[in-house]
């Protein structure tokens, strides 16, 4: 393969990272970026070990002249780019009441508009070339949402609106659009870089014994035979090398079960059943009518890695 650039943010863990490494094993000329170069260690440790080379750029996505420099730091090193991978993302658990304006619009400052900041400067060299692939990684929650995700599933839904109208648009250049959507990856977002909204560890709140079980469930889910960075890695290289990339790639045994039921299941058959499903499965014994848990034995259940009521990294 002729070195091809492709620019992947947010590589400084999880998914961005294997797929940065996974590229560039197989010829692709990588720039990994992330918004704080101090949080490379670990992709400069595998990069050493796995004896294949990255480019390491600084890249902000919420910052228009952290992506612009970046980018023209791409141009003068190869010439132009081939391949833009969407990835840099965040996400802040809670229920939607207890979810603030500040968090929401957080949220969706980095998962939504951060990506169409970065393929928004991208794009006219990608014009000029008649040639280029974006891959933008959005989620099975962006077809099917989960309740506790307000703000995430929000943002991705946001993302797939946004991909499958890009696609049109840019067709006639000879430019193409892919949507990863992947189930549940066991990543950094379930571990160091879990982070609740600020009131969903308030007791005060509605919601709170519900929240505490979603986050159980989602410790046993983390804990289960699930799809792995490498997996999506994987599939972010096919979107980037298919003769014809498809618009949508679903990552996952489970995902595509998913995604399946809920194509063919007639009308809202499938919405009725998720809903009713999700709703069972956090409701404890000891909830009242109105929605607060009575909270005996609630320790048991405390997830003890979600971090509240801070900014999180744009990874």
Known sequence: MDKQAVIVTGTSSGIGL???LFLAERGFEVYATMRDLTASGDLKAKTAKRNTRLYYLQMDVTDRSSIQNAVKTVIAQSGGIYGLVNNAGINIRGFFEDLSEEEMRQVLEVNVFGTMAVTRTVLPYMRAARRGRIVIMSSVGGKIPSLGNAAYCSSKFALEGFGLTLAQEIAPFGLSVSLVEPGFVRTELFGRNRYAAERA????SPYYGWFLQMEKLTDKLA?????????VAKTVYDALTAERPRLTYIVGRRAKALISLQRYLPGELFERMWIREAVRRIQRPGTSSNGKAHLTGSKDIDPPNVEVGKKQPVV
Not at 201 to 204: E, M
Not at 224 to 230: F, H, Q, R
């Open 18 to 20: 294997e797929t940065a």
């Open 201 to 204: 560890r308030d007791p005060g």
């Open 223 to 231: 804990n289960s035979p699930i799809a792995s960075p490498a997996d």
